[in-house]
Structures are given as C-alpha cells and as structure tokens.
Nanobody
C-alpha cells in the first residue's frame, strides 16, 4: 500500500511560482504512474498532470499546459509539480496519487491518494 504525503503548498501572488512535492513510501513507486489532481471548493477533482515510471513522457490538463511541469525522482520516491505563472483560478487543494495504469488521467484509475496541500493564489 503506497502512502503519499504532499508538501510545498502556500499563499502566492498571481504570476508567482510554487513547487509541490509528494513523497511516497510503502510501495513500488518506481513502476507506477504518479499524478497530480486538484480540487477547489464545490468543484470536482480535476486532472493536473501525470508522469509514468520512466519519466520520459508527461501529460497535462488543458488549463495548466505550458505553466506547470511534473517530474519525478525514483531514487527519492518523490514526484514534483513545478507551478509557474500562477493564476487565482489555480487556487485549490492539490493531491498526488499513484496508479498502475500507464499515463492515467482519470480519478478512477488512481488507487492511492495523499491528503493534499493547499495552494492559494491571490490577485
């Protein structure tokens, strides 16, 4: 059972940057797809980015393409989300998740979830 712990959230002004981290333990981190999702109050959980085990391919949601970058370090069992040019609409709780499905983008394809880290972007 993979356990995931996110960190790095906070309050930032529009146009600023943040880097989120997700540390994994208790499972075969290096062989799965890791993803980031976000959820704002009253909204459904939204796909942000995913990276399969090799790290050579990445996937992004339409709203973050060109601004966010996902990466992973399998030696540290950690996945990162570098967020740049942040907008107030990026405000949400960001969750990392683990999947056995290559390139998974759907919430239903992820079995393990972290508790989330809050990102707030002020205008």
């Amino acid at each position: 059972q993979v356990q995931l712990v996110e960190s790095g959230g906070g309050l930032v002004q529009a146009g600023g940057s943040l880097r989120l981290s997700c540390a994994a333990s208790g499972g075969t981190f290096s062989t799965g797809t890791m993803g980031w999702f976000r959820q704002a109050p009253g909204k459904e959980r939204e796909f942000v980015a995913a990276i399969p085990w090799s790290g050579r391919v990445t996937f992004y949601g339409d709203s973050v393409t060109g601004r966010f970058t996902i990466s992973r370090d399998n030696t540290k069992n950690t996945v990162y989300l570098q967020m740049s040019s942040l907008k107030p609409e990026d405000t949400a709780t960001y969750h990392c998740a683990a999947s056995r499905v290559w390139g998974a983008k759907k919430v239903s394809e992820y079995r393990n979830w972290g508790q989330g880290t809050q990102v707030t972007v002020s205008s």
